[in-house]
């Protein structure tokens, strides 16, 4: 029977080792991840890890424990090299000496662990601390210390992950035998390991014998950057890698031989590598990237985990640079790690790569890509995280928002790598449960809890990154919240469905038709036509028909079946010299059409008489230099402006927006409070004057991007993301929508520290008839909203913080981007709303743009599909869970003739090509919003918004075709009867 079944054994044997993978296998890792669906694949993910998942942090022995000379522990490597005789200096002596103190606080360290609630504590034994000479006499202190350790740690039901050598290799060793350089100096190793396993080995599972040989092997010996600091160039760097691997082999074999049988554990190597993208898909450069990640990892990780030998493309280059395993040596390497222990993240192996190991490619920060390569390259290993990290800056203290986006990502990462491709990771590790000894990074920190290194009792503070992945590991992932989860229902019959452009395209060339020269055709000899001078045809009233410009915008507006179309008239057109001397009437003219014809198909317009952008802001010239919105003249002239447009175009616009979007990014206090002054001169100008008999509405636009706090169990991240709303948001929307003047905040500001700022004086005051004249001047709220932003209130990047507002503003690096770098957070647009109507109460609002950069390539348009539905099933949520008064939602933008990143329609030599988000808007326009099969339909009556005059045109033209047949019809009739008569008098 064995027989027969051998062949289709050894079949399956094959096929599993091509679908496992096998090594070069981790090429194919670009390409897939070249073609994930895309958002899809880049939107986080809520879900729970697999049962059994195994959360931690860590720590280095060296990094936490202090007490260097304490209770008879001898010299590390590390010990030489930080103090004042060597080469890091007193600085780093100071803080390896003392560090975090953890040998003589084990109490709070064990309590800070239960207080985490990890499943597993990761961290190193001290060789010297254990062996002061690198072999015996044992130190009992020492086993006394890590006994307690291991024995609190299981009192608490916390499993340990014990590093052997974690870089503080005995100096002893070091100076007797040259440390790593000696083959010698494996058994040793060896010999520690069995002093190790005898004494703690009944409380441990997980064994790592060697922390980062690379860096170890590369920077200990061939560059000189890390203790020992011998610089004997790569082959020496190849010399100590290999006494590594043999040193990790016969510790492994040990405890195979030895120990596993009694024991029950594990034994394993913890590798760090990078993570490399091609500059080009080619196959050149892909193949460059394995080669990288094969001098980085491969190095270790080939040898250990498919054949004992090292990696094909380092065998290739480096020739005789690399030692040769035997044939025996090779079998005993081979096998040797019973999982994949692997660091990635802010390890000095990813900052101190040899540059000469990127192959000319770029260094990412993606962990997912990595895991996958692994299970492909290295036959699907049980993968542990045991390390993983980023920096944050030293002066950080308990809030470390920009730490806990770092984690959010990685831990995200892996849950993708565990549900979308299939990786075994059976646990997560963050570095590292507290702040200690950084090596020589100098001035930074990477724990979960603060630790003040001046302070006498050395108390462990959580972090804000504490308070997450104690909340991650207790919800074992992220739970799917409901508020992530999209909605089912449709919009009321009379909501807003429109479009936003704020370069409406122009052009007043009229046709040959008005023209009023005469010509004559010369058939004899130029075969052309020829002007006839002195004579003049009768002049005709220009049409609207003139104008063939609009009619073709107009219709492609039809097409996607909107309501309401927003755009913005220019104020600097209009009145070249900023007054009424000079009036640009063709460029009224073609408005009062478009317009116009905007309602002859239905379409509400929604005209902006200002909004700055362009040159001088969008100002007439001569009032931009004489100080635009600093001058109060400004003001007059804007009230004279809107005058003229409510004259010309009034009749036909029913909502108008005084100023669209001021950017307070780039306002000075006088022009704000000039700004705000004119909006409201301009309002009341249409309420007195206009309103009666043309029936419409008036209001202002403000650009409103939500600031979330950064961490969001911080009480001063959530004051500094309150207090960039009302300086952003609140300049503009509480004089008009609130109580007439600034918010409280910008009055109070300026004196923290008991000091009166200079702002004060800049920051003008209202008269009381100026606050009631501002107070009110509304019909509806108007806001712009394009994305989120986090506002910490921690100075981690002194570049990045403002220091009028004592904030900084930062990404979560999880949220999905745009090519220009905008973020997609449609949850702000919710949390927004719900903020105007706390704040100014149940006001109608419309949101009158809101949209995103996307590939210019027509067909690669899938993030604004999936950026206009997801904002407006939020708007969608706010109207039907937080009864918002929505009343409306417009898309920016129309076309893309003048931002190729933007546009529903893409513009190409006098096409318009509408793009797929352009189809899914109008689907949803047509259903309502997002109806399900429970949804009740609404019957809504089909409205006429035409006016009068509007109506009357087309009845016109009718009437006057159908008289032109008429006519013509009867001159036939005559004609015909005519011409019987002459036939029949001919034939008498």
Known sequence: MTRVLAPWLALLSLLGRRLLGAPGEGAGTWARFARLPYPRDQLF????????????????AYQVEGAWRQDGKGPSVWDAWAHPEGPAGKEAAAGGDVASDSYNRLQRDLDGLRRLGVSHYRFSLAWARLLPNGTAPVNAAAVSYYERLLDGLRARGVEPVVTLYHWDLPQQLQRALGGWQSPALAERFRDYAELCFRRFGRHVRYWLTIDNPYLVAWHGYAT??????????????????????????????????????????????????HWIEPQKMTREDIKECQKSLDFVLGWFAKPLFIDGDYPQSMKDNLSSLLPEFTEAEKKFVRGTADFFA???????????????????????????????????????????????????????????SKYVYYLKRFIMETLKAIRYDGVPVIGYTVWSFMDGFEWIRGNIRRGLFYVDFQSHDKELMPKSSAHFYQEVIRNHGFLPLPENQPIEGIFPCNFAWGIVENNLHIDTTPSQFLDPNVYVWDVYRTNSLIKVEGVDAP????????????????????????????????????????????VNHTLLFY?????????????????????????????????????????????????????????KLGRHVKFWITISEPYT????????????????????????????????????????DWAEPACPFSEEDKMAASRVLEFDFGWFAEPIFGKGDYPDVMRQWPYQGNRRDIWDFYLPYFSEEEKKQIRGSFDFFALSHYTTVLVDSENEDPEKYDQKLK?????????????????????????????????????????????????????????????????????????????????GYFVYCFIDR???????????????????????????????????????????????????????????????????????????????????????????
């Open 45 to 60: 993910l809520y879900d729970a890890f697999p049962e059994g998942f195994l959360w931690g942090a860590a720590t280095a």
């Open 224 to 273: 000189g950057r890390l203790p020992p600091g011998l610089q004997g160039g790569p082959q020496a760097a190849y010399r100590a890698a290999h006494n590594l691997l043999k040193a990790h082999a016969k510790v492994w074999h040990l405890y195979n031989d030895h120990f596993r049988a009694i024991q029950g554990g594990q034994v394993s190597i913890a590798l760090s590598s």
């Open 342 to 400: 692997l660091s990635f993240g802010a390890t000095l192996s990813f900052h101190l790569v040899d540059f000469a190991m990127k192959f000319q490619q770029q260094e990412s920060l993606n962990l997912r890509p990595l895991l996958y390569w692994i299970s492909k390259e290295y036959n699907r290993p049980q993968i542990f995280i045991v390390e993983n990290s980023w920096f944050i800056s030293g002066h950080t203290k308990k809030d470390d």
């Open 539 to 582: 002049k005709r009233r220009r049409h609207c028909a003139d104008l063939a410009a609009i009619r073709l915008q107009v219709s492609l507006l039809g097409e996607m079946h909107i309501t309401h179309f927003s755009f913005s008239l220019k104020w600097y057109l209009i009145l070249p010299s900023g007054n009424l001397s000079s």
């Open 591 to 647: 408005y009062q059409c478009f317009v116009s014809e905007l309602l002859r198909v239905n379409i509400t317009p929604v005209v902006a008489l200002w909004k700055p952008v362009g040159e001088n802001q969008g100002l007439p010239v001569s009032l931009a230099k004489h100080g635009g919105w600093e001058n109060p003249l400004t003001v007059r002239a804007f009230e004279e402006y809107a005058r003229l447009c409510f004259r």
């Open 665 to 704: 990014k780039n306002l000075t206090f006088t022009a704000a409070h000039n700004l705000l002054k004119g909006h409201a001169k301009a309002w009341h100008l249409y309420d007195k004057e206009f309103r009666k008999t043309q029936k419409g509405k008036i209001s202002i636009a403000l650009q409103a």
């Open 807 to 887: 904030v900084q503003m930062l990404n979560d690096i999880t949220w999905l981007e745009s090519p220009s770098g905008s973020r997609v957070v449609p949850w702000g647009l919710r949390k927004l709303l719900q903020w105007v109507k706390m704040k100014y109460g149940d006001v109608p609002i419309y949101i009158i743009a809101n949209g995103i950069d996307d590939k210019p390539d027509a067909s690669e348009d899938k993030l604004r599909i999936y950026y206009i539905q997801s904002y407006i099933n939020e708007a969608l949520k706010a109207h039907t869970l937080d009864n918002v008064n929505i009343q």
């Open 898 to 988: 003048t931002d190729p990143k933007y546009g529903l329609y893409h513009y190409v030599v006098n096409r318009y090509e509408p793009r797929p988000s352009a189809k899914r808007y109008r689907e949803i326009i047509d259903k309502g919003g997002f109806p399900g099969p429970e949804t009740q339909e609404l019957l809504c009556p089909e409205e006429i918004a035409l006016d009068d005059y509007i109506a009357f045109q087309p009845r016109r033209s009718f009437f006057a075709f159908i008289s032109f047949i008429c006519f013509a019809f009867i001159v036939t009739v005559f004609m015909i009867i005519n011409y019987s008569k002459k036939v029949d008098k001919r034939y008498k």
